[in-house]
């Protein structure tokens, strides 16, 4: 019961009389520039840099990978001011000390990996080494960090950061791409992309942003102050977010998606019969009837786009059952599989530190398996798991896992006490399926799109994350932990 008081009062830390005193004109400063932004409960950043951190990272995430040179800019500058709020303004508090969070030391083992299979792959193979140390392929995972410094601990400036993404992807068809022409097209049955990367990254910014949608909507549409319009507006966005997934007919989303859909379904159906006791029958079959309503309206309205994608692969499918691997087409699914051969392969030379971090190119620049169109074509595998085993081997995959499990169990962890919003950890798991499953059949770890949804996603779980800890440590008899 402690901890439970002591998180209603953490989101007061700001009002107290000498915060007050102290911070007034930053509050001033801030609320002038950003109405709806609250004030930094984690730390006590210059105002200046708190506003100019937080206009930063949302123009970042409105326009994410939509435009080149804005967007990129703003999350430089997003990093640069998170960062220093960190190392100037992070240090203990009831004897937690976020810089010495366990989520930075990760960070800090993300470079110690690149440098080892750096050094290894000058050792073992001189000749096909980078000639300098880099470390921005595991180190921008981590850009989460400065995101949930700038968020200052608020839960609302994580809803109003995620919705301000939100409204920039569903006005992407416009900023980046044909607008309503593409969408035209798409719905005719034509593969779109509203020029974000590709179909593949397109289909999954707006599969993460549906997953939000359905992982809020219980305590978005109950609120008191949500309207019918409020509602409209979420089932117009929920159901553009699902036609998109459609119309850029990735299969590898669709399968996360689906599998994401069962993990929030087992939640609601959770969540009920905790509340309905009496009536679990009824609201298992309720919930059964509405996922079949569900999913024959959407096969009615767009299953023919769903079937045609899926025969696509008929033949592949066939040649994979029979073992025939080296007649398997150079089709879709074909590059995936002849390219992943060849890497484990390569994998299994390499498994501890791997190639370095240009080893997922060797493979195309190297192997003899490999048709040269394919090898001119490509650079990457497809797969976020095995770029990241070619490149560092088993030490890159362990830092992933790490990274996953410690975000994971800390919701988990902070929702039974009490700390974190239901629909937080709904949404923490959620996304984790669905984001582990695509990455099986695409490399978003290492693009711009992975990037951008594990700044946005992770900070906002990140920052609530760093305010649970903080209620939790000072709570009476309560020890903080990492």
């Known amino acids: 019961m402690d901890i439970l008081r002591v998180s209603q ?17 930053g509050l001033l400063s801030a609320g002038t520039a950003l109405p709806l932004w609250q004030n930094n409960c984690l730390m006590r950043p210059k105002p200046w840099l708190q506003v100019a951190g937080a206009l930063a990272l949302l123009v970042y995430a409105f326009f994410g990978i939509a435009l080149d040179s ?49 050094v290894a792959s000058w050792i073992l193979h001189p000749q096909w080494a980078e000639s300098s ?44 791409g044909g607008g309503f022409a593409e969408w035209q097209r798409g719905l005719s049955g034509e593969r779109i992309d509203f020029n974000l990367l590709n179909a593949q990254h397109t289909a999954m910014l707006f599969g993460t942003a549906a997953l939000g949608l359905l992982a809020f909507a219980p305590r978005l549409l109950t609120a008191p102050r949500c309207s019918w319009l409020c509602r409209g507006l979420w089932l117009l966005a929920l159901a553009t977010c699902i ?26 159906v959770v969540a009920l019969r905790q509340r309905f ?79 370095g971090g240009n080893g997922r190119s060797l493979i195309f620049d ?35 896992a790490a990274l996953v499990y410690w975000l994971v169990s800390r919701c988990l962890r902070y929702y039974r006490a009490g700390l974190l919003p239901g629909s937080s950890l709904v949404f923490c798991l ?30 906002g779980l990140l920052t609530q994350l760093w305010a649970a800890k903080r209620a939790a440590a000072s709570a009476p008899g309560e020890a903080p932990r990492p």
């Open 9 to 25: 009062e953490v989101t007061h830390m700001t009002s107290t009389p000498s915060q007050t005193s102290t911070n007034s004109a």
């Open 70 to 118: 804005l967007p990129e800019k703003a999350a430089l500058l997003a990093n640069l001011f998170g960062l220093a709020m960190l190392a100037f303004y992070g240090g203990p508090v009831h004897g937690v000390s976020l810089r010495k969070s366990t989520i930075v030391w990760l960070a800090v083992a993300a470079i110690g990996v690149a440098f080892i299979s750096w």
């Open 133 to 176: 140390f880099k470390v921005h392929r595991l180190t921008t995972w981590f850009a989460m960090i400065p995101v949930a410094a700038i968020l200052g601990g608020r839960e609302r400036n994580a809803h109003l950061l995620w919705a301000v993404a939100l409204v920039g992807l569903l006005l992407s068809p416009w900023i980046a």
């Open 243 to 268: 036609a998109a997934i459609i119309t850029t007919q990735t299969r590898g989303v669709w399968a996360g998606f689906v599998v994401a859909l069962a993990v929030l379904a087992i939640a609601a």
């Open 277 to 355: 006791k009496a009536q679990r029958k009824l609201i298992a079959s309720s919930a059964i009837a509405a996922c079949l309503c569900a999913l024959a309206l959407g096969y009615f309205t767009l299953g023919d786009i769903v079937n045609k994608r899926l025969a696509v692969e008929h033949e592949t499918l066939q040649l994979v059952q029979q073992g025939d691997l080296d007649k398997v087409p150079y089709t879709s699914a074909g590059i995936r599989l002849h390219t992943w051969e060849v890497a484990l392969q390569w994998i299994g030379e390499r498994p501890l530190v791997g190639w």
């Open 366 to 400: 190297h192997s003899t398996r490999l048709p040269e169109d394919i090898k001119q074509r490509f650079g990457h595998l497809h797969n976020s798991y095995l770029d990241l085993l070619v490149n560092f081997g088993l030490l890159g995959l362990a830092l992933l």
């Open 430 to 459: 959620s996304f984790a399926t669905f984001f582990g499953v695509i990455n099986l059949f695409e490399s978003y770890l290492f693009y711009d799109s992975g990037r951008l949804v594990l700044a946005i996603v992770g900070g």
